[in-house]
């Protein structure tokens, strides 16, 4: 019902628009000072076919669903979400514990940074996300999360339950509703060229081989200006990619390149949890 709410709030502010209808007026949508909305979802979740597309689908409102191949291709689930399942069976203080085994330490004055950059959050919750995303090395990080996830959950099961079907690819691509959000959801622009190249090319193989659509529109994982760097865009472009998003919050405005779109996240727009009203 929320979601519901949220839309109907939203379409007051102005117009939905599809993937197709941007992809063929661009400009003018684009540059335009009318207001169009294209709703996006990203990661693939089996909740977004099941909960919001029928929803929709009854408004009549399109929506562009992005994709990571890993969830499909491997049958693995996104590290991304092997976090937050670990974090939803795992105390905070069990977390930290299970860090702390790995011998890493930390200073009075990171947890004091942890709890000021995490403010809504208890202090063990706010220093379990900064050790998670700011202070454990990558590779180091996923060995934990792997070895904490595997204790508790199955990986097919869990990606089973988790994200769409081939089916439900299918029928989105029928209704040119696919993009492309990458094979294995890592943050882009820490990567080198080639990984960048194989991430994106991997992802949309898959999705035109499964549905015989091209793929031509992008989300970015995490969408940070940190991720969203000049030769993922440049990569993007080679790869036959028209449209791309990063999680910029603002409109898109007419100085903006169609690969490098601003979006707004739903908890930031009418009807969202923190509301910000950046909408005018
Ligand atoms: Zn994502």
Do not use: W
């Not at 085994?101 to 809504?120: C, D, G, M, P, T």
């Amino acid at each position: 019902m929320q979601f519901k709410n949220q839309i109907s709030l939203l379409s007051a502010y102005g117009q939905f628009v599809s993937q197709k209808d941007l992809l063929d007026n661009t400009e003018e949508i684009i540059r335009s000072d009318k207001k169009f909305l294209l709703l996006t979802f990203d990661d693939g979740l089996k909740e977004q076919y099941e909960i919001a597309k029928p929803i929709l689908d009854q408004l009549g409102i399109p929506a562009i669903y992005f994709i990571n191949s890993i969830n499909h291709i491997e049958k693995k689930v996104s590290m991304v979400h092997k976090i937050q399942l670990v974090r939803s069976v795992m105390s905070p203080a069990r977390l930290i514990n299970e860090i702390q085994n790995y011998n890493i330490r930390f200073s009075k004055a990171e947890v004091q940074k942890a709890i000021k950059h995490y403010n809504y959050d208890s202090e063990n919750a706010a220093l379990t996300k900064y050790l998670l995303n700011f202070k454990l090395e990558t590779s180091l990080r996923d060995q934990i999360i792997d070895k904490l996830f595997d204790e508790v959950f199955t990986e097919e099961d869990v990606a089973d339950n988790l994200y769409m079907d081939i089916n439900h690819l299918k029928t989105l691509g029928d209704e040119f509703s696919l993009g492309n959000h990458t094979h294995s959801h890592l943050a882009l622009g820490l990567q080198t060229k080639e990984t960048i190249t194989e991430e994106i090319n991997q992802t949309k193989e898959f999705l035109e081989n499964t549905t015989h659509q091209e793929i031509v529109s992008i989300s970015y994982p995490y969408g940070s200006r940190e991720v969203c760097t000049q030769p993922v865009e440049e990569i993007a472009r080679q790869t036959n990619h028209k449209l791309g998003f990063t999680m910029t919050r603002d409109y898109s405005k007419h100085e903006d390149s169609f690969l490098m779109l601003n979006r707004f996240d739903c908890n930031d727009v009418p009807g969202g949890k923190n509301e910000k009203m950046m909408f005018r």
